[in-house]
């Protein structure tokens, strides 16, 4: 193999994870970006700037408030934003360091009206700051660490039940840690990284009255990311993310009362991601991949009415002098029926969802200093 073509295949892989603007979305339910902190593992002096903006479509079935069938529309779940800021950059010679901005957990509801469920609305917000450190033990092997202040607020009206709550915002502490090993010459590198659990305490008001204090727990899950030349100009890579939600169960005291269950209790989420990545000039890549996220049992509350999914994604990028501009779009299918954990009756679901997608559009700039 000629020099200029290893080169070649390093070069691509250093730029092939930013070919994918929309591929940090989470496996569904309110995460919204799969905890990435790659860019730690890349050398150089850099800052990128990712912007996302997602338009899930929400339809299923519901009931009038005289108990008539009638059908819920997609306007239950608007359209909303993410974005996060990377920066890294060399400290020494074997050491880094690196500050990133994002908004990892989020949920914007609105049900129009129409069904028993009209005036249902969750506007759930989050931001993550994260200061992050790296080690290079060899040429082959990096170690990356860090803490993360994760902040978060809250306000829910769900008019059918006659409950309201506020969680004011408040935030909690984590740490990051990882490693990964490389090849340069083969433009090879496999990494694992840990994101801690983070727990913040809210005071909460809720149905305008009663004083409460809401735990959330965010959680803790674990990235493997792999990635390979497997000829000139070309890269395959994959991960595995998971994220261990069981710790993060809503469920105010005064909504426990009335509803019998949590406000959102939701399952532990794994997703897979396999792709392919081309340079197909000195200044244009593109890539492909195709994302599965795992079905849990079918129940959802209207938080967060989805259940597994299936993901198409393409990118293209843009190289020019020390600027680097990606462009992407992601097609979801939610793939396994809802149905409500809370029942209008015993045995009959308040609602049932199916059919539902996401379209995401993404834009992702970079500057190399």
């Given at each position: 193999?000629?020099?200029?073509?290893?080169i070649?295949?390093?070069?691509?892989?250093s730029s092939?994870?930013?070919?994918?603007?929309?591929?940090?979305?989470?496996?569904?339910?309110?995460?919204?970006?799969g905890?990435d902190?790659?860019f730690?593992?890349?050398?150089?002096k850099?800052?990128s700037?990712?912007?996302?903006?997602?338009?899930?479509?929400i339809t299923?079935?519901?009931?009038?408030?005289?108990?008539?069938?009638?059908a819920?529309s997609?306007?239950?779940?608007?359209?909303?934003?993410?974005?996060?800021?990377?920066?890294?950059q060399?400290?020494?010679e074997?050491?880094?360091?690196g500050l990133?901005i994002?908004?990892?957990i989020?949920?914007?509801l609105?049900?129009p009206a129409?069904?028993?469920?009209?005036?249902?609305?969750?506007?759930?917000?989050?931001q993550?700051?994260?200061?992050?450190g790296?080690?290079?033990?060899s040429?082959?092997?990096?170690f990356?660490?860090?803490?993360?202040?994760?902040?978060?607020n809250?306000?829910?009206?769900?008019?059918?039940?006659s409950?309201?709550?506020?969680?004011?915002?408040?935030?909690?502490?984590?740490?990051?840690?990882?490693?990964a090993?490389?090849?340069?010459?083969?433009?090879?590198?496999?990494?694992?990284?840990?994101?801690?659990?983070?727990?913040?305490?809210?005071?909460?008001?809720?149905?305008?009255?009663?004083?409460?204090?809401?735990?959330?727990?965010a959680?803790s899950?674990?990235?493997i990311?792999?990635?390979?030349?497997i000829?000139?100009?070309?890269?395959?890579?994959?991960s595995?993310?998971?994220?261990n939600?069981?710790?993060f169960?809503?469920?105010?005291?005064?909504?426990?009362?009335?509803?019998?269950?949590?406000?959102?209790?939701?399952?532990?989420?794994?997703?897979?991601?396999?792709?392919?990545?081309?340079?197909?000039?000195?200044?244009?890549?593109?890539?492909?991949?195709?994302?599965?996220?795992?079905?849990?049992?079918?129940?959802?509350t209207?938080l967060?009415?989805?259940?597994?999914?299936?993901?198409i994604?393409?990118?293209?990028?843009?190289?020019?002098?020390?600027?680097?501009?990606g462009?992407?779009?992601?097609?979801?299918?939610?793939?396994?029926?809802?149905?409500?954990?809370q029942?209008?009756?015993?045995?009959v679901?308040?609602?049932t969802?199916?059919?539902n997608?996401?379209?995401?559009?993404?834009?992702?700039?970079?500057?190399?200093?």
């Amino acid at each position: 193999m000629g020099f200029s073509r290893i080169i070649s295949r390093a070069v691509m892989a250093s730029s092939i994870a930013a070919l994918i603007p929309l591929y940090a979305f989470g496996g569904g339910g309110i995460s919204r970006d799969g905890q990435d902190v790659s860019f730690m593992y890349d050398n150089g002096k850099f800052v990128s700037i990712s912007l996302k903006q997602v338009t899930p479509k929400i339809t299923g079935s519901s009931y009038t408030p005289l108990g008539a069938p009638t059908a819920i529309s997609t306007s239950a779940s608007p359209a909303y934003s993410v974005y996060s800021v990377n920066y890294r950059q060399d400290a020494g010679e074997k050491t880094g360091l690196g500050l990133q901005i994002r908004t990892p957990i989020g949920a914007d509801l609105a049900y129009p009206a129409g069904s028993i469920l009209s005036g249902t609305t969750v506007d759930y917000d989050s931001q993550a700051v994260s200061i992050l450190g790296s080690y290079d033990q060899s040429r082959n092997l990096r170690f990356i660490g860090g803490f993360t202040s994760q902040s978060q607020n809250a306000d829910v009206s769900v008019p059918f039940q006659s409950y309201s709550a506020v969680a004011e915002k408040d935030s909690g502490m984590g740490f990051i840690a990882g490693a990964a090993y490389s090849i340069p010459e083969i433009a090879f590198r496999v990494s694992a990284t840990y994101f801690s659990e983070i727990t913040s305490e809210h005071p909460t008001l809720e149905v305008g009255v009663v004083p409460s204090t809401t735990t959330i727990k965010a959680p803790s899950g674990l990235n493997i990311d792999f990635r390979s030349g497997i000829m000139a100009d070309t890269v395959a890579f994959a991960s595995v993310v998971t994220q261990n939600w069981d710790g993060f169960v809503l469920d105010p005291p005064a909504w426990r009362a009335g509803a019998g269950s949590a406000l959102y209790d939701p399952a532990d989420k794994t997703t897979y991601m396999i792709g392919i990545g081309r340079k197909f000039t000195d200044t244009l890549a593109g890539s492909i991949s195709y994302g599965l996220s795992e079905e849990t049992d079918g129940t959802a509350t209207a938080l967060a009415p989805v259940d597994g999914s299936q993901d198409i994604t393409v990118g293209l990028r843009y190289t020019m002098d020390k600027i680097e501009l990606g462009l992407g779009g992601t097609l979801r299918t939610y793939t396994n029926d809802v149905s409500s954990t809370q029942e209008l009756a015993p045995g009959v679901p308040l609602a049932t969802y199916s059919d539902n997608t996401l379209i995401g559009l993404g834009l992702t700039m970079k500057y190399n200093y």
